[in-house]
Nanobody, 114 residues
Framework: QVRLVESGGGLVQAGGSLRLSCDVA????????MGWYRQSTGDQRELVAS??????STNYADSVKGRFTISTVVNTIYLQMNSLKPEDTAVYYC?????????WGQGTQVTVSS
């Protein structure tokens, strides 16, 4: 079992920055990919960024390339978000894939005002 706890969401003006954190606990051996997803009201959940455990290979949605950075330190996954836009407003979810199973955090709200 893997437990994920996100933090760092909030309200920010357009052009501002936020850093999301996700603490990973439990059975972390065997985790292959870690990432952040987001879901806006009425939309499907979409991948924002992902990173492979250990190798550090990253992948970003086109809409956030050059503005967001995903990283990991020990058992925490970070998402640094710069130059935020109103369209980045969403609930952000931390995700890990472990031995074929997906695990999700509870989500943290990010609201960007214009």
């Amino acid at each position: 079992q893997v437990r994920l706890v996100e933090s760092g969401g909030g309200l920010v003006q357009a052009g501002g920055s936020l850093r999301l954190s996700c603490d990973v606990a439990g059975s972390i051996v065997g985790i292959n990919v870690m990432g952040w997803y987001r879901q806006s009201t009425g939309d499907q959940r979409e991948l924002v960024a992902s990173i492979t455990r250990g190798g550090g290979s990253t992948n970003y949605a086109d809409s956030v390339k050059g503005r967001f950075t995903i990283s990991t330190v020990v058992n925490t996954i970070y998402l640094q978000m710069n130059s935020l836009k109103p369209e980045d407003t969403a609930v952000y979810y931390c995700n890990v894939e472990r031995r074929g199973s997906d695990y999700w955090g509870q989500g943290t709200q990010v609201t960007v005002s214009s």
